[in-house]
Nanobody
Framework: QVQLVESGGGLVHPGGSLRLSCVAS????????IAWFRQAPGKEREGISC????????HYADSVKGRFTISKHNTRNTVYLQMDSLKPEDTAIYYC?????????????????WGQGTQVTVSS
């Protein structure tokens, strides 16, 4: 089973930045996709970004487009989510998920393997 470990969450003021990391291990495929989701209390889990390691194509939800940037470090099997201009409504637990491609990335049921999540709180 693929193992995913997220890190980098924390408390930040509105307008601030954080960088989340997702380290993947125990997989055998040469190419894969990583998606970031978030879930705020009482809300559905929302797919916000995805990257294909085969071609580095990226995808973003409208709610984060222009503020968040997803990227990968090939040799470390790590995907980053750089979050800038953070807003209180970005407060949530952030999860990464592992799959074959980003075709239906915003659908949580497309993804099989998940990390344990990291808390992001945006507050003054």
């Amino acid at each position: 089973q693929v193992q995913l470990v997220e890190s980098g969450g924390g408390l930040v003021h509105p307008g601030g930045s954080l960088r989340l990391s997702c380290v993947a291990s125990r997989f055998t495929v040469a190419y894969y996709a990583i998606a970031w989701f978030r879930q705020a209390p009482g809300k559905e889990r929302e797919g916000i970004s995805c990257i294909n390691t085969r071609d580095s194509n990226t995808h973003y939800a409208d709610s984060v487009k222009g503020r968040f940037t997803i990227s990968k470090h090939n040799t470390r099997n790590t995907v980053y989510l750089q979050m800038d201009s953070l807003k209180p409504e970005d407060t949530a637990i952030y999860y990464c998920a592992f799959g074959s491609d980003c075709r239906y990335y915003s659908n949580r049921y497309w993804w099989i393997d998940w990390g344990q999540g990291t808390q992001v709180t945006v507050s003054s």
